[in-house]
């Protein structure tokens, strides 16, 4: 996604969508990764003297999600909530997938039928790093294209997701 041009003018390459390296997008975080990759790469003899943090892959799960995402079918995931001691079993909708502090979750969407017969929307985040197991169903699902990540998240603080609270803005000052 990033486009590098020559100017056959100059004979100087440059990145046309520049403006692309500016904002929080996927090319972004991949140049960025690739970058600390290629500098940490070429002074391997400071080994020692570099402290990093261990970053759990979640590879398998992650690499399953995507695909379901790309083929819109729903998933079957088995999970235990952080301070639980059992398991629960879902079938759900993945809509997206987060990188925060290092760990990976996904948002999915399930649509609750109550007696009213109006459904309601149901959204719930899972760690990667607390699924038991997690299975591609044959069953298809159509994303809400109204629904936005951004702005699913951008009244939260990181993952933190709460239903039950009125959200509120604080305001700080500082002297």
Known sequence: GINIVCDKRTNRYFISNSKLLKEQTVQNWMISTLTVSNIISESLSLQERILLES??????????????MKQKVRVCVEYCKYGD????????DPYCVKLSNQRWYMLSHMRKEDESSEGKDLYFLYSFDRIRSLELTEEHFEMDETFSLESFFSEYYGVMTVDKEPLQTIVLRAY
């Open 85 to 92: 001691t059992e398991s629960k079993r879902r079938v759900v």
């Open 55 to 68: 970053v759990p892959s979640s590879g398998d799960f992650l690499t399953k999600v995507l695909e379901a």
